[in-house]
């Protein structure tokens, strides 16, 4: 028989201990001084404005009845309707997800798009889970957040083990539900169901229009820098052959089962041909195979995590010979990390701005998918790279003005769009 204390501890396993949210919070209260807005309004920002925590059974392709736990976190709804992706991952709780939603209400607000942030999840290993599994789960998902989402009022994206057919799924589920069809309920769709043209590699492409940005602001030219990747997903991997596009050298890769290095610089389409056929990494022939952790201590350029949470901490930050760091991933670095690279003069380029491209893009999707227009490839990019480079300027000159780092700098940026926002607004009733 199961007992209550064993389901407790099944749906809310020390649900507000996440990391994320820990850091999310220190950073936070690290910018409010110099964002200097009403202690009124920054209570506000504290905490998020809806949580919803579901459980999502599935007939498993054994027969096995499961419950699997969910959530949908919505931080700020002032500016318009919320955004954020959907993570399939085992540590996915409902404070990760406060903390991603709260990190994408600066990203939005940094990037002047119309949202609040959002975030969403289903704490299981994906990894694990049949085609048929993966498409029960997410439509169950997607029909017990009805009340929540919605082109108007919350519009999830794809996140870490998410993809274009997993926002398939959850626009037929919603369609089905409304009876008609509505792409603009979820970005980063396949194409042919109203998706955007660049959405796949937006992230990834913005980390690298951040990187160059800030390369030039330094006085270093990309090309022929020498940069390591963590992470080969969605992210990763386009940032790495954007990389070479633009002529610098990718040394290092890495995924779940650990990195690949060769001084002479890696071949990509060898790699992702590897990496389609074998499933990642391991075995990829004629380079060295190393750790994870070892990888991210060899020197280079640029390093630009883009895996998960939580890669660079108080423990290995001392040991970085990275000239500088690009988050890809969203909180890949510690609060305490974060200080030590800056006293050792390693600029880190701060997630809510350097892989805001996703999100802009998916702004892009929404409103092409709200007018029934689409547009082009090059249109996309180009306006892609003037809402980066605008952001990234107005983060990297108030950094300058007011003496912050390019986190704090970034967080004040995001922190006082919303709080002017709010006081507009006012607090009803
Ligand atoms: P993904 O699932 O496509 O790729 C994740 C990659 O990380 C994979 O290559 C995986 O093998 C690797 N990985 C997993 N565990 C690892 C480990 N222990 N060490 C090294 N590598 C490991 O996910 P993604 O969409 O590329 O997301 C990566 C990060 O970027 C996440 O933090 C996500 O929140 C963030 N992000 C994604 C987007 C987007 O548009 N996809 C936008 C903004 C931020």
């Given at each position: ?26 950073q ?9 807005i ?15 925590l579901?459980?999502?059974?599935i007939?498993?392709?054994s027969?096995e009845?499961?419950v ?41 607000a ?17 990894r ?26 919350d ?6 083990a998410t ?27 396949p ?9 796949h ?26 940069c390591?990747v ?32 060769s ?7 060898a ?11 391991d ?10 952790a ?34 890809g991933?969203?909180g ?16 880190v380029l ?16 929404w409103v ?7 547009w ?9 790279a003037?809402k ?10 108030l ?28 607090l009803?009733?």
């Open positions: 028989m199961t007992k209550a204390a064993d389901i407790a501890v099944e749906i809310a396993p020390l649900e507000w201990e996440a990391s994320l949210w820990h850091t999310a919070i220190a936070l209260e690290q910018a409010l001084p110099a964002a200097g009403d202690p009124g309004t920054a209570e506000r920002l504290r905490y998020p404005e809806h949580a919803v579901v459980s999502v059974p007939h498993m392709d027969g009845t499961k699997f736990p969910a959530y949908r976190v919505q931080h700020s709804r002032v500016l318009g309707p919320t955004k954020g992706g959907v993570r399939y991952d085992p540590h996915v709780s409902l404070s990760e997800c406060a903390a991603l939603a709260m990190w994408m209400t600066w990203k939005c940094i990037l002047r798009l119309p949202y609040g942030g959002a975030k969403g999840g289903i704490r299981c290993n994906p694990e889970l049949s085609r048929g599994e993966l498409e029960r789960l997410t439509r169950r998902f997607t029909a017990e957040l009805s009340s929540v989402i919605g082109p108007q009022e519009i999830p994206a794809p996140d870490m993809d274009e057919q997993t926002m398939a799924w959850m626009m037929d589920t919603y369609s089905m539900q409304v009876g008609h069809a509505t792409p603009e309920i979820v970005t980063g769709k194409i042919s169901v109203g998706g955007s043209v660049f959405r590699e937006a992230t990834g492409a913005g980390v690298v229009m951040v990187a160059e940005r800030a390369c030039k602001r330094l006085g270093w030219e990309l090309a022929g820098l020498r390591i963590q992470g080969f997903g969605k992210v990763g991997g386009v940032a790495a052959s954007e990389l070479v596009e633009r002529g610098a050298i990718v040394t290092g890769i890495a995924d779940y089962s650990g990195g690949i290095h001084d002479d610089g890696l071949d990509l389409a790699v992702a041909r590897w990496t389609a056929e074998q499933g990642s990494l075995g990829f022939p004629g380079v060295s195979h190393l750790t994870n070892a990888l991210l201590e060899l020197p280079c350029d640029v390093l630009v995590l883009a895996a998960l949470e939580g890669q660079v901490t108080a423990q290995n930050a001392g040991r970085i010979q990275a000239r500088m760091v690009a988050e991933a969203n890949p670095t510690t609060v305490e990390a974060d200080a030590i690279l800056g006293e050792r003069g390693i600029p701060p997630d809510i701005l350097t892989n805001a491209g996703g999100v802009t893009v998916s702004y892009f999707e092409q998918d709200l007018g029934r227009l689409f082009g490839r090059e249109d996309i990019r180009s306006r892609l003037e980066m480079c605008d952001a990234f300027d107005r983060v990297w000159d950094s300058e003005q007011e003496r912050l780092t390019l986190r704090s700098a970034a967080l004040v940026v995001g922190i006082r769009e919303v709080a002017a926002a709010l006081d507009a607004r006012g009803f009733p």
